[in-house]
């Protein structure tokens, strides 16, 4: 079957994938999607953090980043056969030769871009402690994982630059967008 085009919300779109490094605005640029599509809205990190009683910090501590990885690919799978689902993919999840080329059928994979110096300056922001950034730079640390990982997040269906637009509004222009790519039918 050809590939079509038309609403998200007309069934034709069974899943939206926001990639892109920490601070990028994955979760408040989900958060307006989800409000508009009204479809699951589901956090990698957050469902790493329920299904293993164990939060981000105490996993890379105890098995460093391997262990998160491998984590992420088992949650990450589980989720993906959901539908009507938007997910918040982990930074680490999307760096990885293949993920993106290979998600199921009538998914959207999203990269939300943003600098390293806008990344770090939301980042700290917000509270969160991000153990990849715990560095003695950790501004260097950043420009040093989105060089190495803007390949992977660059295969992303959409690209949206996110800084000097506010979460609603990125959500109304990626839903446009979206309307008019063209999707395979789901697998
Ligand atoms: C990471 C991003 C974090 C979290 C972990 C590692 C990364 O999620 O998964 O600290 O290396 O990109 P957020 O992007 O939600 O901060």
Request: aromatic share 4%; no cysteine.
């Amino acid at each position: 079957m050809n590939p079509t085009t038309g609403p998200v919300g007309s069934g034709r779109v069974a899943r939206i994938v926001l990639v892109g490094f920490m601070g990028a605005g994955k979760s408040s640029v989900g958060a307006a999607l989800a409000g508009r599509l009204g479809w699951d809205f589901v956090d990698m990190d957050e469902e790493i953090r329920a299904r293993t009683g164990r939060s981000i910090p105490e996993i890379f501590a105890s098995g460093g980043e391997a262990a998160f990885r491998s984590l992420e690919d088992a949650v990450g799978a589980d989720l993906l056969s959901r539908s009507h689902l938007e997910l918040e993919a982990g930074g680490v999840w999307a760096a990885v030769a293949g993920r993106l080329e290979n998600l199921p059928g009538a998914t959207v994979s999203v990269w939300l871009r943003v600098s390293p110096e806008e990344a770090l300056r939301r980042a700290s922001g917000q509270g969160i402690r991000r153990p990849m950034l715990e560095t003695p730079d950790p501004l260097e640390t950043a420009r040093e994982l989105l060089r190495l990982r803007e390949p992977f997040y660059s295969v992303a269906d959409v690209t949206l630059d996110t800084e000097g637009s506010d979460p609603q509004r990125l959500a109304v222009d990626l839903l446009r967008v979206i309307d008019g790519l063209p999707l395979s039918p789901p697998t």
